[in-house]
């Protein structure tokens, strides 16, 4: 967060290079970059208190995940929302911010990851690529927080999994990186949020997918959100739990509720 690009200079004899001297841009003096970096510690120290060191890469990732976007708010107006001191000491940054601060806390708890730039539905974005338990996924932050993916502020803000632990075949339907390097293939799926919690579903079982529902509902969670393996299961179950209203013989008394669907990544959500 101190240093913002840098300047260099060339050296040549007889038309050949012999040297290059490079010169970082500074935004801050020497004393300012400790005290920065105090404040930031004393907020980080207090924030990786409630996940251990002996936790599994995948509660690490998931924790850092749901930290920052419960707790940090999306704002382009944000001040130093390219670096990790607007997500600490101010609450609120931008996809660059965001990408920093979980590779930063990440890393503090040694999990490799990176940050990868380029576009994300035709905007500039960036977002992470990070190694749990030996094997590559992508982690998209920003896109964890609905108020940014939903593109309305005011909503009330819930944390998205969608973008929390995906496969390169998912993530390239609307993220493309800009590097001059190839980017390891991510193909394992067995961290992916809907894997690891269980609610990934491969074939149609109507009463274990109405159980992940029912389970929700009688919890007083206020969403809930299952991912299927086709698109036939996937329009199976919205034909079954939504249009042919099934969802009532799961989750008993319901009245109300909404539903948000998810073609492209084949995730139905259901909100009480």
Same mark, same amino acid.
Request: proline share 1%.
């Given at each position: ?154 909503? $009330? &803000?819930?944390? %998205? @999994?969608?973008?929390?632990?995906? +496969?390169?075949?998912? /993530?390239?339907?609307?993220? *493309? ?67 042919? $209203? &099934?969802?009532? %013989? @799961?989750?008993?008394?319901?009245? +109300?509720?909404?539903? /948000?669907?998810?073609?492209? *990544? ?7």
């Amino acid at each position: 967060f101190w240093v913002d690009g840098y300047s260099y200079t060339e050296y040549s004899r007889a038309g050949v290079l012999t040297g290059l001297k490079f010169a970082p841009k500074y935004t801050m003096d020497e004393a300012a970059r400790q005290e920065t970096q105090a404040a930031i510690d004393e907020k980080v120290d207090v924030l990786l208190g409630g996940i251990s060191s002996e936790d599994s890469d995948y509660q690490k990732a998931r924790f850092i995940f749901d930290t920052l976007v419960r707790t940090v708010n999306y704002d382009l107006n944000a001040e130093n929302n390219q670096n990790i001191i607007s997500v600490f000491l101010n609450g609120e940054t931008v996809c660059q911010g965001y990408a920093c601060a979980t590779q930063y806390l990440l890393r503090l708890l040694n999990i490799q990851c990176t940050i990868v730039t380029g576009k994300a539905d035709g905007d500039a974005h960036a977002w992470n690529l990070v190694r749990m338990d030996g094997n590559y996924y992508y982690l998209d932050t920003t896109w964890g927080n609905s108020r940014y993916y939903g593109k309305d502020r005011s909503a $009330e &803000k819930y944390v %998205n @999994y969608n973008y929390l632990g995906i +496969t390169s075949e998912e /993530i390239s339907t609307s993220h *493309q990186a800009d590097t001059i390097y190839t980017l390891p293939e991510c193909t394992a799926t067995a961290d992916n949020y809907y894997v690891h919690e269980g609610l990934y579903f491969d074939q149609w079982d109507p009463d274990a997918i109405g159980e992940k529902y029912a389970k929700a509902w009688e919890n007083g969670q206020k969403k809930v959100s299952v991912k299927f393996a086709t698109p036939e299961l996937y329009e199976q179950a919205v034909q079954f739990f939504i249009h042919d $209203e &099934k969802i009532s %013989n @799961y989750c008993d008394g319901i009245t +109300t509720m909404y539903y /948000i669907e998810n073609k492209e *990544q084949k995730i139905l959500s259901i909100s009480f």
